[in-house]
Structure formats: C-alpha cells, structure tokens
C-alpha cells in the first residue's frame, strides 16, 4: 500500500474516537454573514457547538481558499498553496465541513469542489475568516452531544488539527449511537472504518461530513489519481454487513496537488490517508 514518511511519530492507535448522542439539523447559513460566523450562528442556534455538514449548493463570495501542495520543508509531508481569491460567486458542487474548536474559539475545516463564476471548476480546502456567504441557503447538519471536535498540535504531521474529545451533554433528550472519529496517515480509508465498525460491534453505519487527505486515489472503476497530495470531501457513505463481512461504500470528491479533479467510490484496500480524515459515523 502507498506511504509517505510523516516527520514525526505516529501513535499505534490510528484511529481517534469518542462515543457519544447526535442530532440531524438543518443548518441555515444568512447571506452576508462570514462563513464561520454563519455556521457558529446556526450550530449554536441548534444548541451545538460541534458537528459535521454538507456544502452542495452554498454560493461563496468574497471567497479565499489554497489547495494542496509540496511542501518546501521537511516540517510537513505536504503544505497548502498560497491564497486564491477567485472574483463573483463561487457556487460549491460537492464538499463536507467539520466544525469544532480552535485556540478557545470556533473554527472549521472544510473541502470542497466548486464552479467559479468565470465557469472554471476548482477545488481546495475553504479559509474560514476569508469567506463570506454570498446567498442564504439551508443546508443538512449533524451535531454532537457528548464529544467534540478539537484542534490540537499533532506531532507525527507538524499540523494542528481536528480531533475528536469527549465533551459534557447538552441535552438529555438526544440519544443515537454517534460516533466523533479522526483517521490518521498511512492507514487504508475504507480498512479503517470496517475495523473500526466491527470492534464497536456495529453492523450498519452512515457516515457524516467527512473532511481529510489521501494519498492519490484508487476508484471503483475510474482513473486513479496519481498525485500523493489530495483534499477530500465525502459526498455519500456507509458501511453495511454483507456476505463476506462488513464493507464500506464511501463517494469522494477530491482536488490533488496539480489541481486535478475527480470523484467516485473509494477502492477498499487501496486508499491510505494522508494526513488526516475526519467524519462522524452514526449506527443504524
């Protein structure tokens, strides 16, 4: 399986999780508003102050995002690029949001695949304080009760980020069987998850969000993406007990280091990530 070395020391857990209640939502996002103000507003108008959302149909301007790249230092394994701040409205055709916190404040980290409104289509991870709603729209969320998002410095990618933290309940009334997971480097995606499923004893699961980085991509079917550097959002996933054991069935869309785009259904056993990938499974 592809690998690419991290600086730092892994852990051998690979996966980092926290049991805990959720609660689908509608996520109301007001025109004029900058995004991460816009989602603090609605997640906190719900009663969360963490949780996972699609993006398809969000219109965006003023709108700042990089994309993945190579890093000129042997601090990370791969970087960001510098900050493109494409002119008019960008409107987002696939992409997954994590919302948590950051340095005692709210923050997110969320990929997408857009349409510019020159017609060109790009994709890359969206700057949280550079970004404003161009549209009012409502848009399908998950909020956590009983764990959260946090962004912590991690040492084996130099980066800080997203990882989920058990957290006190806010509501005794929600209930479901959620679960906050962050994925670490150089395990295979879908691997990970069924593992990850069968230890829980979890036999059918769909998952939420979904915001992280594989090492190129292997499709069902499809060309692969060659390039190491990606940013991937989940556009659908879910992972079912069948004849031969539990199988996760995830849809991707991604933009690799090159500005590539492509999207399907992850190969099982041939997708390890690169940095990071965050998501929240519920259990059915």
Not at 273 to 281: H, I, P, S
């Amino acid at each position: 399986m592809r690998r690419i070395e991290q600086p730092g020391a892994g852990t051998p857990a690979r996966i980092q999780w926290a049991e805990c209640h959720g609660l689908a939502f509608p996520m109301t996002l007001e025109a004029g508003l900058p995004l991460l103000e816009a989602v603090r507003r609605s997640f906190a108008a719900a009663g969360f102050v963490s949780g996972v959302a699609k993006l398809e149909g969000l219109a965006l301007s003023p709108f700042a995002y990089v994309m993945p790249a190579l890093s000129k230092t042997p601090e990370h394994a791969a970087f960001y690029s510098d900050t493109f701040r494409p002119g008019g409205i960008a409107r987002v055709e696939a992409g997954a949001m994590t919302f948590g916190q950051r340095d005692g404040g709210p923050f997110f980290h969320a990929h997408a695949l857009w349409a510019e409104a020159s017609g060109k289509r790009n994709g890359g991870h969206i700057l949280p304080d550079e970004t404003v709603v161009a549209e009012t729209i409502t848009l399908p969320a998950v909020g956590l009760d009983g764990a959260a998002f946090m962004a912590e410095a991690d040492g084996e990618t130099n980066f800080k980020l997203f990882g989920p933290k058990p957290a006190p309940f806010l509501e005794a009334t929600r209930n479901g069987r959620f679960f906050a997971l962050r994925v670490k480097p150089n395990v295979d995606f879908c691997g990970a998850l069924e593992a990850f499923c069968a230890e829980q004893g979890i036999r059918e699961a769909v998952i939420h969000g979904g915001v992280g980085s594989t090492i190129g991509a292997r499709f069902e079917g499809g060309r692969p993406v060659d390039n190491f550097a990606t940013e991937v959002a989940i556009t659908e996933g879910r992972i079912a007990d069948g004849e031969d054991g539990l199988r996760a069935a995830v849809d991707v869309a991604l933009v690799d280091y090159r500005g590539g785009l492509a999207s399907g259904r992850l190969l099982r056993g041939d997708n390890p990530v690169l940095m990071t990938f965050e998501l929240v499974l519920e259990a059915l």
